[in-house]
């Protein structure tokens, strides 16, 4: 049953101007509306249920397959760069739950589909679909503060240290995400952090209980290799990496780039699910994630002007973990 109509066209934050991000944002909003037409927003604005729906099934496609290759080929040269692929098909459902957030699945509000689709796409990356939802829409709203934006103030590491930093991309990620998570949750009302509370021990159980019947059914070596091994090991890599592309190399004089910029090609586009286009996000949450590339190429003259440039993951790698560049700066 639909409700009312769709949000409108907004630049960040979503859901109104409350917050550290709308008091600093300057004249961002009118330069980009002056970057972007009215009408090509309109048009990057529309949303597709069958669209969104249609990804949503290739990304639980290619789930399925990842895991049939795992159980099925004992061979490790085949084994095991498809668990490697699975860690960031894990990471996809990550990006489909945040389409949930910004409401921009569907053309009209659903409430209780977009809440039992959040759900599901809760499950793989064993979070809290409530947890992520309150997380990411404050940190939209306190982009820029270094103590208010839950991701930058509970998430980030705070000392730079190479060592810190490799810790992210190993399963020690499922501690520290855990503990940057009970920090934020600190501050939300009681029923939320009940909510909170029983979605991760649900989708948290979920994944035990495969790990125990792979584990009683074929054996310990299936259950490392089909289920333990893309999500504790090759799922912290994809989420660190993809994560770097965010708000680690910024510019902190210019609201307009207080994300990094990377333009990435087809291929991340592919295994990101676009959500390498993380800026662009910023700039207009409502546009849906299979929109973001025709959003990137129209922003190209205004980064071009304000000499914002776009950068690699190999770049970004180096800089972080190489040259032991700091979290949130300019690099």
Not at 115 to 129: D, E, F, H, Q, T
Request: net charge positive.
């Amino acid at each position: 049953m639909t409700t009312s109509a769709a949000p409108p066209i907004a630049i960040s934050p979503q859901g109104g101007d409350e917050g550290y991000f709308h008091a600093h944002r300057g004249d961002l909003a009118h330069r980009l509306r002056a970057a972007v037409s009215r009408e090509d927003l309109k048009r990057l604005h529309q949303r597709s249920g069958a669209r969104h729906l249609a990804v949503a099934a290739r990304q639980f496609g290619l789930y399925a397959t990842c895991w049939w290759a795992l159980l099925t080929f004992d061979d490790w040269w085949i084994w095991l760069p498809v668990a490697a692929f699975q860690g960031a098909v894990i990471l996809s459902f990550i990006i489909l739950l945040h389409d949930v957030v910004h409401e921009t699945v569907f053309a009209r509000r659903r409430p209780g589909v977009q809440r039992a689709l959040g759900l599901l796409y809760a499950v793989p990356c064993a979070i809290s679909a409530s947890q992520f939802t309150r997380w990411h829409l404050d940190h939209h709203k306190e982009l820029g503060s270094a103590d208010r934006d839950p991701k930058r103030a509970n998430l980030s590491p705070k000392v730079n240290s190479r060592f810190v930093k490799l810790l992210y991309m190993t399963p020690a990620l499922i501690v520290i995400y855990g503990r940057a998570a009970n920090t934020a949750m600190r501050e939300y009302p009681a029923t939320l952090a009940r909510t909170i509370m029983i979605e991760r021990f649900v989708t948290i159980l979920a994944h035990l209980a495969v790990v125990a019947w792979l584990w009683t059914s074929l054996g310990a070596e299936i259950a490392i290799r089909a289920h333990l091994l893309p999500a504790l090991v090759f799922f912290p890599i994809a989420f660190t990496i993809n994560r770097l592309g965010q708000h680690y190399w910024i510019d902190a004089s210019d609201p307009a780039k207080w994300g990094t910029r990377v333009d990435g090609d087809p291929l991340i586009g592919f295994v990101f699910l676009n959500s390498h286009l993380h800026l662009e996000h910023h700039y207009f949450p409502g546009v849906p994630l299979y929109r973001l590339p025709q959003l990137n190429r129209l922003l190209h003259p205004f980064w071009d002007t304000i000499n914002h440039p776009s950068r690699t993951y190999r770049e970004l790698l180096f800089q972080w973990f190489v040259r032991n560049k700091e979290a949130h700066t300019d690099w």
